[in-house]
């Protein structure tokens, strides 16, 4: 036991957890910025979301002219039975290049209504980046407060051991004149077994919470600054589910699912509607030995239909299903954030209290461990009442570690049940990511490929394969 706390205490030194020097602490601020461009989900949902942007370039594409070629090559050997009358023998090759194209002229607003629901799937795909954000961000504070709640039980396991082995070492001198018997050094050896134990755990924990700091945050933990003073909340449960409803990125999003079915809807009536296209062919054919043949022929189609088996009011119905199931989807979606709004309000104040408590407790854990003492020298308490007094103390000042850092992180997931635990709003002074910069680039259907965020991805994919 005592090897394993000595590799585990030079590994906390070697690490970073205890500083001898000047070094800059690090912040929240700086543990939430790291996981935020270190992020592997925050990359796969832009990517997700520079997809969706390209749905719209293909919605537009409809509206443009489609122009394609063929060219056909071919050789045609015939050798008449008999000959004769039947003609000789002949050999000939052809070949021809057909230039084709086509353009959409009317179609009673289908493809627009069919770019109109992809810009809304975007908006959609925005809202779910946001909350990925909020994931992130929310994971980085729960870890850095973590790893500080489990240095500070480090430290603390680490005072009791101290004190319990000097009460251990006092017992055996009073053991030796004869003060007290061998029971009570029995106990004061349990008590030190269990607080090297419970030592050893607190060290095992707090290698644990290093793991997760580097799964939120991108690196390992160094010197952990204090958290700074919280963000402001809402004075009331009422307000914040209020900001909660306008700002939660699921509640938004659900909308715009709300939106994009509405749409469809409209989408499957103008489905029954007929469109109008205009068509034109070039083609040229070769023949050796004989005059090349050249022909241009262009038109305007009509079309629609007539008679799909029901297939197209099936769909309407269909579109009509999905509105209503997405309308009850955004209820349920608000329902849940309210859910989530009343809990962390409620753990905050669990926490809020709970903190209050613990310091009382301590004020008076401290009171009853020196009466105790003073007790236990004039013959009045035994060693058992002591160690107990200084379990008790041991526990609230746990307590108080955890009602501490449990009051910080419900603040923090406060503001992510309300929507506002972003970049932006936490002022981190990091340049966030700007979802319209690869929209704008490509919601027109440019002929180019436009991804350098996807080239950024793929090198740092091929460097970590390295």
């Known amino acids: 036991m005592r090897r394993f706390l000595a590799i585990v205490t030079a590994l906390v030194l070697t690490t970073g957890f205890v500083t001898s020097g000047p070094a800059r602490a ?18 796969q949902q832009r990517a997700l979301l520079r997809a969706e942007d390209e749905n719209v370039a293909i919605a537009v594409s409809a509206l443009r002219p489609v122009i394609s070629y063929s060219a056909t090559a071919g050789r045609t050997i015939s050798d008449p039975v008999g000959g004769g009358l039947l003609g000789a023998p002949t050999d000939r090759f052809n070949a021809s290049i057909n230039l084709q194209a086509q353009l959409l002229l009317f179609d009673f607003g289908q493809t627009d209504q069919k770019i109109a629901i992809a810009r809304e799937s975007v908006m959609m795909a ?3 980046l946001v909350g990925v954000e909020q994931n992130v961000l929310l994971n980085a504070v729960q870890a850095y407060l973590n790893v500080l709640s ?14 319990i082995t000097q009460e251990l070492r006092a017992a055996r001198d009073r053991f030796e004149v004869g003060e007290i018997t061998q029971t009570d050094v029995s106990l004061a050896e349990a008590r030190l077994a269990a607080a090297r134990s419970a030592e050893a755990a607190a060290q095992g924990d707090l290698m644990v919470q290093r793991e ?12 952990l600054a204090p958290p700074p003073s919280p963000p402001r909340v809402p004075d009331t449960l009422d307000a914040a589910k209020a900001q909660a409803r306008a700002r939660h990125p699921d509640i938004l999003s659900a909308k715009r699912a709300v939106s994009s079915a509405e749409m469809s809807i409209e989408l499957a009536k103008l489905s029954t509607r007929p469109t109008v296209s205009a068509s034109a062919t070039a083609t040229r054919t070769f023949r050796p030995a004989a005059t090349e043949a050249r022909s241009l022929q262009g038109g305007v189609t009509l079309s629609g239909p007539i008679y799909s088996g029901g297939r197209l009011t099936a769909l ?29 309000w409620a753990q905050l104040a669990i926490a809020t209290a709970s903190l209050q408590a613990t310091d009382r407790q301590i004020r008076a854990s401290q009171v009853a461990l020196r009466g105790a003492r003073e007790e236990a ?16 103390l041991l526990d609230a000042r746990s307590s108080a570690i955890s009602a501490r850092y449990d009051q910080y992180g419900a603040i923090y997931r406060l503001l992510a049940a309300m929507g506002l635990l972003t970049a932006d709003h936490l002022n981190l002074g990091i340049v966030s990511y700007d979802p319209e910069a690869y929209y704008n680039a490509v919601q027109d259907a440019p002929l180019r490929r436009v991804s350098p965020q996807g080239q950024k991805l793929e090198h740092i994919l ?3 394969g390295k």
Do not use: C, H, W
């Open 26 to 43: 690090e912040s929240l601020s700086d543990a939430m910025v790291s996981a935020y461009k270190n992020s592997g989900l925050l990359e």
């Open 126 to 128: 925005r809202e779910m």
């Open 150 to 163: 489990a240095q500070e039980s480090v430290a603390l396991q680490g005072s009791s051991v101290r004190l």
């Open 212 to 223: 997760a700091y580097k799964a939120a945050v991108g690196r390992f933990p160094g010197n």
């Open 316 to 344: 309407y119905r269909q579109a009509v299903a999905q509105a209503e199931a997405q309308r009850a989807g955004l209820l349920v979606t608000t329902q849940g954030i309210d859910q989530q709004v009343g809990n962390a």
């Open 377 to 392: 020298t004039l013959g009045a308490r035994t060693t058992l009442d002591v160690l107990n007094a200084e379990q008790e």
């Open 462 to 464: 091929e460097t970590l």
